[in-house]
């Protein structure tokens, strides 16, 4: 039997075959190595050749508002660190010590023995006398507080918390580039949680350390080393689009008048949150951090109620109105009667009825017959296509994905017995405060709607910006109906329902809302409007639960925080 021989080509394209894989794998392993693993096989390699101390209270990137400023009232202070080793007088260093950290000589001693980063803030003269001392194995070193005294926006950056347990700590290590301890704090709420791969273990912490040999001993020819402060890479971070300034004039005015509720700031010609603020509110901190269910804080202070669902009452006659106008159903001049309490289906709130009124008066009046009659001319079909055009069942911020809540569907409206209360806000009707700025903040652009934006950018270690991309704008009304519009918000605020809206000079524009629950008794008293009245400059929408009405309660609250902002 002949037997066939290879030719040499053959077993030459064999062996390149070969050959190609293994530097294949081999190319494969080193990018593993260098890349993807190289920054915890440094850390690791860094942890036998040196004692360090992290000078961070929680080593995470930053979330910042559009200028750069920390949002959690992060800063850098003074703090002693110590290295046991390195002592050699203890006692000596505690009675130099003691009188300049004004503390007892036990808490000092303490502090000694155990090492590490002490617990006191060092004003400048006594970090200057400390190192004048010059104790082997005592510095004062910068250390980065997470946390100021009044952190801003909590419900949108969130919480920390410790990793909980094995099981915890294999879900964040899978899939992530640097390694999770159970020491690690990790996001559980908010911008800390959703952007949790992107803040955590990007970069080395800044730290104090010095390098020793096999058996601990330090290598005198390399003195101790601090990196930290102005040393400390920019990033990783999260750059949000507000405004820390606009922040907190929302919340300076919501602790002093708003036990529940929300505000939202929107800059009008971008679609960017400036502020977001919910009542009652959470403190971050861990160890200050509570579960809802254990009571230790207000109810419901975990919940963001700008992004939670409301009734919006009379707000939803902006909607009503501009379809009414854009389908030419009814002319701001166009003539209609109001019966008061006797009108039916829905009764007016004013009970002697407004009599004969312009469409611009019953809006200025926040007239609930005219706006029933407007409803029917409509059709239910044509109330649901202008509240979609207008974002109002879009659950969405640019950059903060969060859950959506089924309940909200205007397709309701179309049911049985629902055109009449829906007309007016009311029924199956379910907005957020969010989605209504975003709305207000369409009749200003000339009736282009933009999706609102939270996050601007990502910052990488090396504080190099990855922008997100903005939401497509979209044409929801025609610019003659969004003029239309503004000019009988205008009117509300002149002479109707929001005359408390109104700011001296500058005016402002927008509508009132008051809205009831079933079985209920308390009031949601919304305002939306902006300021002011010539180039707009803010969309403000204030709702506040368990208030009197939307012209008593949410109006003022408008006119207090519009006329901070524009004097800023």
């Not at 509110?281 to 509570?290: I, Y």
Request: charged share 20%; net charge positive.
């Amino acid at each position: 039997m002949r037997q066939v021989r290879e030719k040499p080509q053959t077993r030459m394209a064999l062996a390149g075959a070969i050959l190609a894989i293994f530097f294949a794998f081999l190319v494969g392993r080193l990018y593993y190595l260098q890349i993807v693993q190289g920054l915890e096989l440094a850390r690791r390699a860094l942890a036998l050749q040196t004692t360090g101390y992290v000078l961070e209270q929680y080593p995470r990137g930053e979330i910042l508002d559009r200028y750069g400023r920390s949002l959690s009232g992060g800063f850098w202070t003074s703090r002693l660190v110590v290295f046991p080793a390195l002592l050699e007088d203890k006692e000596g260093a505690v009675a130099r010590l003691a009188p300049i950290l004004n503390a007892p000589p036990a808490a000092v001693r303490a502090c000694l023995e155990r090492g590490g980063v002490g617990q006191w803030d060092l004003r400048p003269d006594q970090a200057a006398r400390i190192a004048d001392l010059a104790l082997p194995g005592v510095l004062v070193a910068p250390y980065r507080v997470r946390y100021g005294p009044r952190p801003l926006a909590v419900h949108l950056t969130g919480y920390l918390g410790r990793v909980t347990g094995l099981d915890e700590l294999e879900k964040f290590e899978r899939g992530s580039r640097v390694a999770y301890t159970l020491e690690d704090y990790v996001g559980r709420q908010g911008l800390e949680a959703v952007y949790e791969g992107w803040l955590h273990g990007r970069r080395e912490p800044a730290a104090a350390r010095f390098w020793h040999d096999a058996r601990q001993r330090q290598l005198s020819a390399l003195p101790v080393q601090v990196q930290a402060g102005a040393d400390t890479p920019p990033g990783p971070a999260v750059l949000t689009t507000l405004d820390a300034g606009v922040q907190a004039v929302v919340e300076q005015v919501m602790d002093k008048h708003v036990t529940a509720g929300a505000v939202v700031v929107l800059d009008p010609r971008s679609g960017d949150v400036l502020a977001m603020a919910s009542r009652p509110a959470f403190d971050p901190r861990p160890g200050a951090v509570r579960l809802p269910e254990t009571g230790s804080t207000a109810e419901g202070a975990y919940i963001n109620r700008a992004l939670a669902l409301f009734p919006p009452g009379s707000l939803f006659k902006i909607v009503v109105l501009a379809a009414a106008l854009q389908e030419g159903v009814a002319r701001p001049d166009s003539e209609f009667f109001c019966d008061g309490a006797r009108a039916r289906p829905v009764r007016c709130w004013y009970g002697a009825g407004h009599g004969w009124e312009t469409l611009q008066q019953a809006f200025a009046n926040s007239c609930n017959p005219v706006f029933v009659e407007l409803g029917r001319r409509l059709g239910a079909d044509g109330i649901i296509r202008y509240a979609r055009a207008l974002g109002l069942d879009r659950q969405v911020l640019t950059g903060y994905n969060y859950p959506v809540d089924s309940r909200q569907d205007l397709a309701a409206i179309a049911r049985p017995y629902n055109l009449a209360n829906s007309s007016v806000g009311q029924g199956p009707v379910l907005v957020t405060p969010l989605q209504v700025a975003a709305a207000v903040a369409a009749l200003v652009n000339d009736g282009v709607w933009r999706p609102p934006r939270l996050v601007a950018a990502l910052l990488d270690e090396a504080g190099r910006e990855h922008r997100l991309p903005a939401g497509r704008p979209e044409q929801a009304i025609s610019p003659a109906t969004a003029a239309a519009v503004r000019e009988m918000m205008q009117a509300v605020t002149e002479r109707g329902t929001g005359r408390e809206a109104w700011l001296p000079g500058l005016g402002s524009a927008g509508k009132t809302g008051s809205a009831q629950v079933a079985g209920r008794q308390d009031v949601y008293a919304w305002f939306a409007g902006y300021a002011p009245l010539q180039q707009p400059r803010y969309v403000i929408v204030v709702l506040v639960a368990g208030g009197k009405s939307g012209g008593e309660t949410a109006a003022p609250l408008f006119r207090e925080i519009a006329a901070r902002l524009v004097a800023r």
